[in-house]
């Protein structure tokens, strides 16, 4: 079995050797930050004209009024971070794959070949993508259902832990839990796709079968980082006290550093790390 | 081709990017407002210790605002801002001199015109000058009575006298504002405003624990008003007032039980099934 610190030792020694690999990431948060600022000015004239019939029709009229629009904005910045990975991340997920199976191999990093791979590939890890993404959104409004139904049912607690906690902090635990393992048991969908040459159906299948054989290794290299984003959904959450105690602003600016946290150190540090992790088992696994 | 066409693109989304938020358009309006009402927020967190030159500069600007934005909603939140600063620094003379200037300028809108008049009202009994006040405060029930401020106005002057611990006073004020929705739940039976009109009735009732009458009020109005507006609310309330101020139990089940008939998906029908089996018990 490989150690954990081999294999932060190897994403680490990766971006150091080969900065390169960090670019996809640097072009999608660029990407990211131009929808952050489009969902920022999005109540304002002139995007107003365009944006402001979605969120009246969707979340209200008054959600296009200040301050009350930050209290939408990290929920529209998250939407609008989700099509941006759908699009482009499908795109950058497989140029970092190949790059880093380029390095693990030690052979020259040819940037132009990745990207070339990765158009090839994108429709399948686009569909990969989209599927993880579908099944995350439906997912996490099951809990919150179930738990409604007990309890105005007429129950008061479930497993000694009263309503209010389990419809506050419970759904929370639970969507970032879900989260971490939708993510881990399609994870390798990505490699098996781009490096292994597999259709849709087929690598899904891989990643479930290699997620389970690497089960606790994939869930420490994608819940570690993960937690790093902790206090920007503490922060989300408590939107409008901020608003009210700071200034509305600073929702925005937490969404700034929300988005670089995700994409320039969780994302490569869970990508590089399983992409490694993958590229280790298959070299022992063909060696046995 | 495609080149300068992805490259045109790409200026006019800059473009409108940047022109973003410099248009004088009503959300610029509400982001100026709403930073100029946190400086006057900071003004009554303490206003004892702010001193005069903050709250000169705060009315000054409120007042550049109200003049450059004549029209907008917040123009008129912003006049009456200026008169709660003075009132919070006891400048209560600038505060109705204020709000007066206020009455003239919106003399034909009542909402406006009972809202001013309360403020006004409200400065003479800040200062303890209770009769003033009450002339205001009949006069707003006198002139617009069909205004909001107008309509809970005779229940604004008994729960001052509750306050001063004053019952004379209070059952007096609640009389005459018995007498007051009476009429106009006469005047108005078949609307929604007549049913209000005799729930603050049978409000006034309540306040000076009259349970009796309190209940004969909710009874016409379940004659008045059965089968034209939802009643679950009044009939959970007469069972609360049976059991807990009358320990009528026996009628208290019979209203519960109309309530689970008559509205078995009311939002009281869970509760209601609770209480009906709690006094079953008993």
């Known amino acids: 079995m490989v150690s954990i610190g081999k294999i932060y030792s190897s994403t680490f020694s990766s971006l150091k050797a080969r900065p390169l690999i960090y670019v996809p990431f640097i072009f999608l948060t660029v990407i990211e930050l131009i929808s952050l600022v489009i969902v920022y000015f999005s109540p304002q004239l002139p995007l107003r004209l365009f944006f402001g019939p979605i969120i009246r029709t ?21 939407l609008s971070q989700k099509v941006d990975y759908l699009f482009f991340g499908s795109l950058m997920s497989s140029v970092v794959v190949v790059m880093v199976a380029q390095f693990f191999r030690k052979e020259k990093m040819n940037f132009k070949s990745a990207v070339r791979t990765g158009f090839k590939k994108y429709f399948h890890v686009f569909a990969v993508i989209l599927l993880v993404t579908v099944l995350f959104q439906y997912s996490m409004k099951a809990l919150p259902f179930l738990l409604y139904k007990y309890f105005s049912s007429g129950h008061a607690k479930l497993l000694f832990i009263p309503a209010s906690l389990w419809l506050s902090l419970g759904v929370i635990v639970f969507n970032f ?46 819940t570690l980082p993960a937690l790093l984003y902790i206090p920007i959904i503490i922060l989300d959450l408590n939107a409008v006290f901020l608003i009210d105690t700071l200034f509305p602003e600073f929702i925005f600016l937490v969404a700034i550093i929300g988005l670089g946290l995700n994409v320039l150190l969780i994302d490569p540090l869970i990508t590089l790390a399983t992409t490694f992790l993958f590229l280790e088992t298959r070299k022992t696994s063909q060696s046995v | 081709m495609k080149k300068i066409f992805s490259q045109k693109l790409l200026l006019i989304l800059f473009a409108l990017m940047i022109c973003s938020g410099c248009a004088n358009d009503q959300y610029a309006i509400e982001k100026e407002y709403w930073w100029l009402k946190k400086q006057a927020n900071d003004i009554f967190k303490n206003p004892f210790s702010t001193p005069p030159r903050q709250v000169e500069v705060a009315v000054a600007k409120f007042n550049n605002f109200i003049r450059r934005h004549p029209t907008s909603p917040m123009a008129l939140d912003a006049e009456f801002t200026i008169a709660l600063i003075y009132q919070a ?20 809108s009542d909402q406006v015109c009972a809202e001013t008049m309360f403020l006004i009202g409200n400065t003479y009994e800040v200062e303890d000058k209770w009769p003033l006040a009450l ?25 001052y006298y509750k306050s001063k611990f004053q019952p004379e006073k209070m059952v007096a004020a609640y009389q005459e504002a018995i007498d007051h929705y009476r009429n106009i739940a006469h005047r108005f039976t078949n609307s929604p405003i007549g049913y209000q009109a005799y729930n603050l009735v049978a409000d006034c009732y309540i306040g000076m624990n009259d349970w009796t009458n309190a209940i004969s009020t909710y009874n016409t109005m379940l004659f008045k008003y059965k089968g034209k507006l939802p009643l679950d609310t009044l009939q959970m309330t007469m069972a609360m007032i049976y059991y807990r101020e009358m320990q009528d139990t026996a009628n208290a089940k019979i209203k519960l039980q109309e309530l689970l008939k008559e509205y078995p998906h009311s939002r009281f029908a869970s509760q209601a099934k609770k209480f009906l089996k709690e006094l079953e018990k008993k």
Not at chain 1, 199 to 214: D, E, H, N, P, T
């Open chain 1, 58 to 78: 969707f979340w209200g009229e008054q959600f296009l009024h200040y301050p009350v629009n930050f209290a939408l904005l990290p929920k529209l910045a998250s």
């Open chain 2, 135 to 159: 002339e205001k405060y009949k006069a707003i029930i006198q002139k617009y009575p069909m205004t909001q401020r107008g309509f809970s106005m005779p229940m604004y002057i008994p729960a």
């Open chain 1, 177 to 222: 839990i879900l989260g971490i393992l939708l993510q881990c048991a399609f994870i390798y969908s990505i490699p098996f796709i781009v490096l292994d040459n597999l259709k849709f159906g087929k690598a899904i299948i891989r990643s479930f079968v290699l997620f389970k054989k690497i089960f606790l290794p994939t869930l420490v290299l994608a």
């Open chain 2, 89 to 108: 620094k006891e400048q209560y003379a600038a505060a109705r001199e204020q709000l007066n200037a206020v009455l003239n300028k919106h003399s034909k």
